[in-house]
């Protein structure tokens, strides 16, 4: 990731309608509150398999197939928990030297 580039997140759901969506609105919320420029965008997980992303968050069923294709891959378990999202974004993010 270039330095003032905003990050490319995907949030990822089965079919990239509804929990992707609302992943989607989530993970802006916590990344502007952790002030992270980012780009977020919500596609199915056969979509997201053929695009380029600094960030990739979903489902266990839908992250397991990621791992290696973006340097974050995130698992939730509740699509609304911004503070939950916002810690694993944090860390994964400070690990990555993005914050």
């Given amino acids: 990731m270039a330095g003032s580039e905003p990050l490319r997140v995907l949030t990822v759901c089965g079919v990239g309608m509804g929990s ?3 992943l989607r609105m989530t993970a802006e919320s916590a990344l502007q509150d952790l002030g ?3 780009k977020v965008e919500a596609t199915d997980a056969s979509s ?3 695009m380029q992303a600094d960030v990739i968050i979903g489902q266990g069923m839908h992250t397991e197939m990621f791992e290696g294709a973006a ?3 995130l698992t ?3 699509f609304m928990d911004k503070e ?3 810690s694993q974004l944090a860390a994964a993010l400070k690990e990555q030297g993005w914050l």
């Fill in 20 to 22: 992707s969506l609302m």
């Fill in 36 to 38: 992270v420029s980012a």
């Fill in 48 to 50: 997201a398999r053929s």
């Fill in 71 to 73: 340097p974050v891959v």
């Fill in 76 to 78: 939730v378990s509740n």
């Fill in 84 to 86: 939950a999202l916002k």
